[in-house]
Nanobody, 116 residues
Framework: QVQLVESGGGLVQAGGSLRLSCAASISTSRFTAMAWYRQAPGKQRELVAAINSGGATNYADSVKGRFTISRDNAKNTVHLQMNSLKPEDTAVYYC??????????WGQGTQVTVSS
């Protein structure tokens, strides 16, 4: 069973930064894509950023220019660097990894709270 463990969440003031990490129990080179999603209270889970095996990335419009996703296959980890945080970024952030279009895995989530 593949496990994904997120870390790095917390409380930060608006304008601050956080770096989320997601450690995988298998080599991240086996994943076709990895991504970060978030879910705020009362809202649907939404894609924040994704990176494929070739290193191509895509971002939600709301985080472009502020967030950066990266993967370190040597350490089996994917990161999300979040800068210029806003109160509307407050959510539980989830790591997602796909080994195929039919099979994906989720982490347990990490809380990010941005105070105004």
């Amino acid at each position: 069973q593949v496990q994904l463990v997120e870390s790095g969440g917390g409380l930060v003031q608006a304008g601050g930064s956080l770096r989320l990490s997601c450690a995988a129990s298998i080599s991240t080179s086996r994943f076709t894509a990895m991504a970060w999603y978030r879910q705020a209270p009362g809202k649907q889970r939404e894609l924040v950023a994704a990176i494929n095996s070739g290193g191509a990335t895509n971002y939600a419009d709301s985080v472009k220019g502020r967030f950066t996703i990266s993967r370190d296959n040597a350490k089996n980890t994917v990161h999300l660097q979040m800068n210029s945080l806003k109160p509307e970024d407050t959510a539980v952030y989830y790591c997602n990894a796909e080994v195929s279009i039919w099979t994906g895995y989720w982490g347990q989530g990490t809380q990010v709270t941005v105070s105004s």
